[in-house]
């Protein structure tokens, strides 16, 4: 007898807890503040710039021991005439210009991120039934525009800056 109380009352517990969120409705967002609640706490609006510019300012400051030895900078946006091979700007005028970069790409980041959330919010809308598909899909169109873009705007810097580091040790600049 206690048994079957016992049984009883969990599956009351199990069951009313459900039957009560089953009867709550669901507060829907308006469409805009859905659209960019999504895009700010999306990781893939910021994963590009923040690699680009962690990538870019590696570059910068191993590229800074040369240019104290006469080295000019081949990379014309860093140069003071902006041409290339020439004297690079000073240390603090490159970080302007990277985080301006920086800020460009995080920038349309956004745009992708936005367009791609106003779409995937009409497709849910006029497809219920296959909510889940769309998320995926525009899941796997943020993180592939994200991955291409932090590749394109990274890897180079990167490769530069281990070039340069393993440059400046054998040359003794460190």
Excluded at 11 to 24: I, K, R, S, V, Y
Excluded at 25 to 49: C, G, H, K, M, Q
Excluded at 101 to 114: F, G, I, P, Q, T
Excluded at 139 to 158: G, M, N
């Amino acid at each position: 007898m206690i048994r079957m109380r016992l049984v009883a009352a969990l599956t009351a517990l199990l069951l009313f807890p459900a039957a009560g969120a089953l009867a709550q409705d669901r507060v829907e967002r308006s469409f805009l503040a859905d659209v960019i609640t999504r895009v700010v706490l999306d990781p893939t609006t910021y994963a590009p710039a923040v690699l680009a510019y962690d990538a870019t300012m590696r570059d910068w400051r191993t590229s800074q021991p040369f240019f104290q030895h006469g080295f000019h900078e081949s990379n014309a946006r860093f140069t003071v005439n902006g041409l290339p091979n020439d004297v690079a700007v000073s240390y603090g005028a490159g970080r302007r210009i990277i985080r301006a970069d920086a800020l460009e790409s995080l920038k349309r980041s956004a745009v992708n991120n936005v367009a791609e959330q106003i779409i995937e919010r009409v497709l849910v809308n006029k497809y219920p039934n296959h909510r889940k598909f769309i998320r995926a899909v525009g899941w796997a169109q943020r993180i592939s525009f994200a991955s291409f873009k932090a590749y394109r705007l990274s890897a180079p810097h990167y490769r530069q800056a281990a070039q340069n580091a393993r440059l400046a040790e054998q040359l003794g600049f460190e």
